[in-house]
């Protein structure tokens, strides 16, 4: 994996801000080469990585900018070298225009030990430096250093004059000097801040001039439309200091076939867990990012796209798009947002997901945009033995992301050809976010009735069941065989499995009229299921195993009576299917129409 400055669409921002800077570049005083030079100091930070990537940013709006291991431990980012007579103009001048922090200072050389950006640069080299001695005359052999920042230079730089504000004929001049780079630039400095939201096109036509007059607004000015040219430097440098604090940088990953620009002070490389080259969060951002890339054809992207459904980090909310050969999935809850998109191209799977927390909103609106213009894929693909060496094997894991589980799972059978499903009122009682069918097949509640402890779902799109339930009209026969097909374990077998036993008493424990008493276990996650006669013929639908706020034996399993449930049905306007077969089935073939007929249902937040 190799990184890239200034590639691509990111490209051509560096090279506008040169542009636009180019003119406050040529009023600064040029390096010298005298032995009596200086720094001027505008950063200091903890880690080599924070400090290359705010050098890099620096260094698309400054000349000479520098990093520098300091003997201190810490890490320092500087300006120079300078002929310490011209440093102070420099400072006073950086100051006036906005481009550097106000605590900005200028220090000798003396404070730093070794250079880390540019690679290969040797500032220092030009800049005498004092020894030891003169450096730190207290300091006492051997002893541990400090983590302080490097003294400045006695010598202390007056706050720079305010410079006078243009006028606004002054203010259209200047900006009539400006190149179509510069002229880009400042719309797309707008459009990040969310001033601007047209092309970039370097006409400062109406919608320019609102998102000019916006800004200025927003930032105490007077909103004239026009920026001054004080005003074009605050804003370019805000711009700056919000790449800087994302750290955008060109990834390209040789392995996985993909280049592309990634906030890389909010996330770095952890490691490929096929089909992911996965980026972690730093710096406690919050952001994941996982770069999608593995062989295939479009069977290979929808499966993608089934089961990244499936795992926590996609919630359930959010837009499904799947058309051609490309997918988009985003979802968002109180905790958490993601976006994952990925295409077909060249034989293989390429994409990208982010997902980040709700605070990091404002950054991720900017981010996203960037990733998706310099989304680049190229030859290669990761491979399936791209994986940690310490992978498990656990079920509940994809490439070692979590796999969603939902809040309760509960049996439903086929009430009809379309794929209404009847199951038990306890598995949509909660406040379901999405109700799957076998969970794949999104559906929404047709009817709900407490008192009969049912419920009936209408899939979002049309289903075509192998087999649908053939109601009784009458009463089951009093020790008679039956069976029972439902999902133990909460569906973890894969298949509905059946029960066998007899029917005990066609009243419930209390006498009720619309419940039947059967003689045979049943698992919690098999309430909602059908109960057969010996021909097949559905008696009614296992209830949950509790009864007045106590659980059953385990052997008495408790069954709404098909023959009661026609009003309640009718009444909603579902049209069943009454019985008319009469043909003894034996146990294999019972059990296959309980397979074809028995769904799960499940309820996902």
């Known amino acids: 994996m190799s990184r890239m400055m200034c590639a691509g669409e990111f490209g051509g921002i560096c090279g506008w801000f040169a542009a636009v800077l180019l003119t406050m570049i040529l009023s600064w005083p040029s390096t010298a080469q005298a032995q009596d030079q200086v720094f001027v100091q505008i950063e200091s930070n903890t880690t080599l990585a924070t400090t290359e990537n705010r050098a890099r940013t620096y260094a698309q709006v400054l000349p000479d900018v520098n990093a520098f291991r300091a003997r201190t431990g810490l890490y320092a980012i500087a300006l120079g070298p300078y002929d310490a007579a011209d440093a102070p103009a420099v400072l006073r ?32 080299a030009a800049a005498e430096a004092p020894t030891a001695s003169e450096a730190a005359p207290d300091a006492q052999p051997g002893a541990p250093e400090t983590a302080q920042a490097p003294a400045p230079v006695a010598e202390a730089v007056a706050e720079p004059e305010p410079e006078p504000e243009e006028t606004l004929q002054e203010a259209r001049r200047g900006e009539a000097q400006l190149d179509r780079p510069a002229r880009d630039a ?18 400062f036509g109406p919608g320019t001039r609102r998102a000019m007059s916006g800004w200025q607004q927003e930032n105490g000015f007077e909103p004239t439309g026009v920026l001054t040219t004080a005003q074009r430097a605050a804003l370019l440098s805000a711009y700056a200091g919000e790449l800087a604090a994302l750290g955008m940088d060109t990834v390209r990953d040789e392995r996985a076939g993909i280049e592309i620009s990634l906030p890389l002070a909010m996330v770095s490389f952890a490691q490929y867990n096929f089909p992911f080259a996965q980026f972690d969060a730093v710096n406690e951002s919050g952001v994941q990012v996982m770069l999608i890339s593995q062989a295939g054809d479009r069977n290979t992207l929808f499966g993608l796209y089934e089961i990244m459904q499936t795992l926590e980090i996609v919630p359930l909310t959010g837009e499904r798009a799947r058309q051609g050969d490309r997918f988009l999935l985003t979802g968002q809850s109180d905790s958490l947002r993601s976006h994952t998109e990925a295409r077909l191209v060249g034989g293989a799977v390429k994409g990208f997901t982010i997902v980040w927390p709700p605070e990091q909103d404002a950054r991720i609106a900017r981010v996203l945009p960037m990733m998706q213009d310099s989304f680049r894929p190229f030859d290669g693909a990761l491979e399936p033995g791209a994986v940690p060496p310490e992978d498990g094997q656990a079920i509940d894991l994809v490439a070692g992301l979590s796999v969603r589980a939902p809040e309760l799972v509960r049996s439903g059978f086929y009430l009809d050809a379309n794929g209404l499903v009847m199951t038990t009122a306890e598995a949509v009682a909660g406040q379901c976010a999405r109700i799957l069918i076998d969970e794949a097949y999104p559906a929404e509640i047709a009817l709900r009735d407490e008192a009969l402890g049912l419920a009936v779902l209408r899939p979002l ?84 195993g509790v009864a007045g706020g106590r659980a059953l034996p385990e052997n008495v399993t408790l069954a709404l009576r098909a023959d009661q449930l026609g009003e309640a049905l009718r009444a909603a306007g579902i049209a069943t299917r009454p019985s008319t077969r009469d043909a003894t089935l034996n146990r294999e073939l019972l059990a296959r129409l309980g397979a074809e007929m028995t769904v799960t249902v499940s309820c996902w937040n």
Request: hydrophobic letters at 50%; aromatic letters at 8%; zero cysteines.
């Open 93 to 124: 001048d950086l100051l006036a225009r906005g481009l550097v922090p106000r605590d900005s200072f200028i220090v000798d050389g003396a404070p730093y030990s070794s250079q880390v950006f540019p690679i290969g640069a040797e500032a220092l």
């Open 186 to 203: 400042l719309q797309i400095a707008l459009q990040w801040f969310g001033f601007y939201n047209a092309r970039i096109d370097g006409a």
């Open 461 to 544: 799109q049309r289903l075509a069941p192998m087999s649908f339930a053939e109601l009784a009209t009458a009463p089951g026969r009093v020790r008679s065989d039956i069976a029972v097909a439902g999902f133990p374990f909460d569906g973890a077998l894969g298949g509905a499995s059946m029960a066998f036993g007899t029917l005990a008493d066609l009243q419930g424990i209390n006498g009720e009229e619309t419940v039947q008493r059967l003689d045979v276990a049943t698992a919690d996650s098999e309430a909602g299921g059908p109960v057969f006669d010996s021909a097949g013929t559905v008696l009614g639908m296992v209830l949950p």
